[in-house]
């Protein structure tokens, strides 16, 4: 079972910029070009809720309403990395982030699969 892990967190203040790595955490060489891969984030006291996700083809994307025009997620076939190029930030962007992961061989993103496999997550802090 491929385990992941979150890379890239931290604070940043209104407007400024981070990105999170997502990649293989107990074996690097494992591929990971063939996982559906999304980013998740939990605010406190809020649900968790999708913000990004990419197929393992890398052609179909999906993004919330709240970060389209400033996230950007795609796949590093090389690293062997799923990235979230986050821009503009807000303080409501401030969450507990998580990477996500289920093998589907779907060609069409869509925010309703079910991921089974989940890194740890990682903190990203905006303030004001």
């Known amino acids: 079972q491929i385990q992941l892990k979150e890379y890239g967190g931290g604070w940043v203040q209104t407007g400024g910029s981070l990105t999170l790595d997502c990649g293989p955490s107990?074996?690097?060489?494992?591929?990971?070009?063939?996982?559906?891969v999304a980013w998740f984030r939990q605010a406190p006291g809020k649900e968790r809720e999708i913000v990004a996700a990419i197929t393992w083809s890398g052609g179909s994307t999906h993004y919330i309403d709240s970060v389209k025009g400033r996230f950007t997620i795609s796949r590093n076939y090389a690293r062997n990395t799923v990235n979230l190029q986050m821009n503009s930030l807000k303080p409501e962007d401030t969450a507990v982030y998580y990477c996500a992961a289920v093998l589907t061989g779907i060609t069409t993103m869509t925010p309703f699969l079910t991921y089974d496999i989940w890194g740890q997550g990682i903190q990203v802090t905006v303030s004001s």
């Open positions: 107990a074996d690097p060489t494992r591929t990971f070009s063939s996982f559906t």
